[in-house]
């Protein structure tokens, strides 16, 4: 999937490990302020393309351009503009929580002027303003969740990668996360996050990428969650008929919809254009004369279309 404005570009990654291949010829952009579901079984490679797109690692061939900076020939420059949390992550369990911050944004080269600032605003981004004086050894897990994720973004990355962030997390901190990944997207933060839990992802993203076997299976935008009214984007609809009408799937078709299946007196199908081609549709189905006894946007399952997606790939 192609982005008109790519804040990351990834071009004909190659990655290798002893024996294998990690990264095959792997090539994707990504949007401005896009949360991207980044999904693919143990082994897929995704840490090794988020280490990538962060610089830690030299790829053997292809490059990674960061909001217009190639990582590789300026790595400082790139990591500027990046946050990135580890799946493993660390605090300094003696400092306090306010201390920890700034020490992340020295580390970044915040100026002394606008250091408290930036402290304060990434803790209330983060929802630990109350927690400044604690140490934080003594944070919940959840907790110190957020404050590494308030170091990431201390320096207001255009670009935050994450590595299974919700590792390790109940519920309702999971829940929070979710809030708090929204929230930042929201600022003008541009989102990767490699997750194995897919009901949490579906919560958040606007976009989806799938791995397996070090190449790309799927890269596209998401209908519903975060990504709802995005025009570019198709979203998948359900109608449903009070009576049989062999004119469904042409008058569907004609309106520019996609992928229907039609069963019984339920179709399914893909329609791009937003609310409007929505309304559209649904004006010309009963102007045709289609009894139309519901008509819905139906919010993409991750966990479904991932399972089908790896099913069809090995099948191949």
Avoid at 42 to 65: D, E, F, M, Q, S
Avoid at 87 to 102: A, H, K, P, Q
Avoid at 180 to 191: D, E, F, H, I, Q
Avoid at 243 to 272: C, Q
């Amino acid at each position: 999937m192609a982005a008109a404005d790519p804040v990351i570009a990834v071009e004909a990654l190659l990655f290798d490990y002893p024996g294998l291949r990690a990264l095959d010829g792997v090539s994707f952009s990504i949007r401005r302020g896009t949360i991207t579901a980044l999904v693919g079984p143990n082994g897929a490679g995704k840490t090794t393309l988020l280490n990538c797109i962060a610089g830690l690692v030299l790829p053997g061939a292809g490059r990674v351009i960061v909001d217009g900076i190639d990582v590789n020939r300026a790595p400082r420059e790139a990591h500027a503009r990046m946050g990135y949390l580890a799946d493993s992550f660390g605090v300094y369990g003696e400092l306090t929580v306010e201390r920890c911050l700034d020490y992340w944004a020295r580390a970044q080269g915040i100026a002394t002027a606008g250091r408290k600032a930036a402290v304060e605003r990434a803790a209330a981004r983060l929802e630990i303003a109350d927690r400044l004086q604690q140490r934080a050894g003594e944070l919940s897990r959840g907790l110190r969740q957020r404050l590494a994720i308030a170091q990431a973004i201390v320096h207001e990355p255009a670009v935050v990668l994450m590595d299974e962030p919700a590792s390790g997390l109940d519920p309702e901190a999971r829940f929070g996360l979710a809030a708090v990944l929204r929230n930042l997207s929201g600022a003008g933060m541009t989102l990767i996050v490699s997750s194995h839990i897919l009901a949490e992802l579906e919560d958040y993203s606007t976009d989806l990428l799938v791995l397996e076997g070090g190449r790309i299976l799927e890269h596209r935008a998401l209908g519903g969650a975060a990504g709802e009214g995005a025009d570019a984007a198709s979203i998948r609809i359900e109608l449903e008929l009070a009576a049989d009408d062999g004119n469904l799937p042409a008058i569907l078709a004609a309106a520019g919809a996609g992928d229907i299946r039609v069963e019984g007196r339920t179709a399914r199908f893909s329609l791009p254009g937003g609310i409007g081609a929505q309304a559209a549709l649904l004006r010309r189905l009963v102007g045709e004369g289609a009894p139309v006894a519901s008509f819905m946007p139906v919010r993409t399952d991750l966990q479904d279309a991932y399972l089908a997606l790896l099913k069809e790939s090995r099948k191949g």
